[in-house]
């Protein structure tokens, strides 16, 4: 045989090194004392929903959390996906629940049934195989009907131990046991083919794996009661990708201080609150409102409304974070957005307006005929989108600093030559946030920054500088730190009025 190449030329192939991930700064956090299946296990602090009907199948369609994640999901551009978060708010019993299988809402009506006379499916129970077949539908008149033909056969053919129903809420069929408890016996599989003779039935019911959720039966438990900052901090330990927090159930104003601390002290983090109280828009001491705008944490969003939605505010945080900081010309102000589950409120009055102003809280109403937001800020005054443009822009240095550092497959030298590397990786977010219009040219009002001085125009909207390895000391050359790094940013900001002076003669 002949001899390999590999003996003159020896290529290998090196493995790259896998980087760290931006945060999405899209995602908001509901956080509810309502219950649904999953949080009836302890372990469970959130589920992921990607739309209101998601929350309506878990909570019901009665639930304050639904109607919550319905104003969330009416802001345009709309949010992927959000979380629901548990908060249990009192002491709590959970019954034993039943194992079940939940489909997806269903699009099929009743008709399609009804020319299906030798209709079959299969799924297994415990260890078992459950084979339901020669089932007719040419009677039904509703979906109620077909899960009654369907629910015959199944508790035959268990002996009572599932049956399936026809929820009318969810607009769903669910296949669950009789009895409840964490018996093994009773967990189900999804539906399938087992390719009988007849017509099979499991993807109209959405059964199938890909259109349904298996719960296993749980066994009674209980909750105990808990803080608002336990149930942030237990949302946390658990999924750290959130950034948006908001409170579907009521809060009192000793809860809404606690749950604005705990976010202040948190890692890039933000609150929306509803404020339905004129009394609270009063610039008084007994006034929790004033109380936190007073902090000037610039971390709390209000949005007053008393139009009876409690729900305001969260459609207000879903503007502000749908914001995509990776596009050309994304970054946007919150002032002058339509919101779409709220009514105007146009009997607020200029009085009314300059109070909710001198406190940073936002308000909709119409100007001439336009309805509108106003003023796109957080409690204490600052405008919102420069809190979200610059923890965006802080998520974003980081994770690219690190990945720099760690991504390499050498060493990134503690050298001038190697500074330089790092500081042209954070050059690439400072042009997309440019690029994005966070940034912009500008004079630089601010203290000097190494070479950028009082005074001088800043073309790029960003500088990033640090000193020369020269100047290192040795504790922090041996503990290989890099120079620091220190950034100056010209925010674009976001025109909000303007005079116009209009002379002329006769």
């Known amino acids: 045989m002949s001899l390999s190449i590999n003996q003159i030329v020896n290529v290998s192939l090196e493995q790259s090194s896998q980087g760290a991930t931006k945060r999405d700064l899209s995602v908001i956090a509901l956080f509810t004392d309502e219950m649904c299946d999953d949080f009836k296990n302890i372990h469970c602090r959130h589920v992921m929903v990607s739309s209101a009907d998601d929350v309506a199948n878990r909570f019901g369609s009665h639930s304050r959390v639904y109607q919550a994640a319905k104003s969330l999901f009416s802001a345009r551009p709309r949010l992927k996906t959000a979380l629901i978060a548990k908060y249990v708010k009192s002491d709590l019993a959970i019954a034993a629940t039943e194992a079940k299988l939940a489909g997806s809402t269903v699009s099929i009506d009743y008709v399609k049934y009804k ?48 049956k399936i129903i026809f929820d009318e809420k969810g607009h769903r069929f669910i296949l669950q046991a009789t009895q ?229 497959s050498s060493k990134l030298p503690q050298t001038d030559e190697g500074q330089a590397v790092l500081l042209a990786s954070l050059a690439v977010i400072g042009e997309q946030f440019k690029n994005n219009g966070f940034l912009g040219r500008g004079k630089w009002s601010g203290e000097n920054v190494g070479d950028l001085v009082y005074g001088e125009i800043l073309e790029s909207g960003y500088y990033f500088y640090s000193d020369s390895f020269d100047t290192q000391d040795i504790s922090d050359r041996n503990a290989r730190k890099m120079m620091p790094i220190n950034v100056a940013l010209k925010l674009a900001g976001a025109g909000h009025s303007v005079d116009i002076i209009i002379k002329y003669n006769i």
């Open 180 to 408: 409840p408890g964490s018996d093994i016996a009773l967990n189900m599989g999804y539906v399938y083919d087992a390719k009988h003779d007849g017509t099979y039935i499991g993807e109209y019911l959405n059964l199938v794996d890909g259109k349904a959720t298996l719960y296993k039966g749980i066994d009674a438990t209980s909750h105990n009661a808990e803080s608002i900052s336990d149930a942030m901090t237990a949302l946390q330990n658990k999924y750290q990708n959130w950034y948006g927090a908001y409170f579907a159930n009521v809060i009192t104003d000793s809860e809404l201080l606690e749950a604005h601390d705990w976010v202040v002290s948190a890692d890039l983090k933000i609150l929306g609150f509803t404020e339905t109280r004129e009394a609270n828009l009063e610039y008084t001491d007994n006034n929790i409102l004033k109380k936190i705008a007073q902090k000037n944490s610039g971390r709390l969003m209000v949005q007053y409304n008393n139009t009876g939605n409690e729900f305001a505010g969260v459609e207000l945080m879903a503007i502000a974070l749908s914001t995509v900081w990776t596009g050309l010309n994304t970054a946007k102000t919150v002032k002058f957005k339509q919101l779409n589950s709220v009514s105007s409120d146009d009997k607020i009055t200029l009085n009314e307006a300059t109070k909710c102003r001198r406190l940073g809280i936002n308000f909709y109403t119409d100007y001439s005929g336009v309805n509108m937001l106003a003023e796109g800020v957080m409690l204490g005054g600052t405008f919102i989108d420069i809190i979200t443009g610059l923890d965006a822009f802080t998520n974003a240095a980081q994770i690219q600093a690190f990945n720099t550092l760690q991504g390499r």
């Open 115 to 162: 020319t299906i006379n030798n209709g079959y499916f299969s799924f297994t129970l415990g260890e078992k195989v459950i084979d339901i077949s020669g089932l007719s539908f040419s009677t039904v008149s509703s979906l109620a009907m077909v899960a009654n033909v369907i629910n015959n056969a199944v508790s035959e053919a268990t002996n009572n131990q599932i």
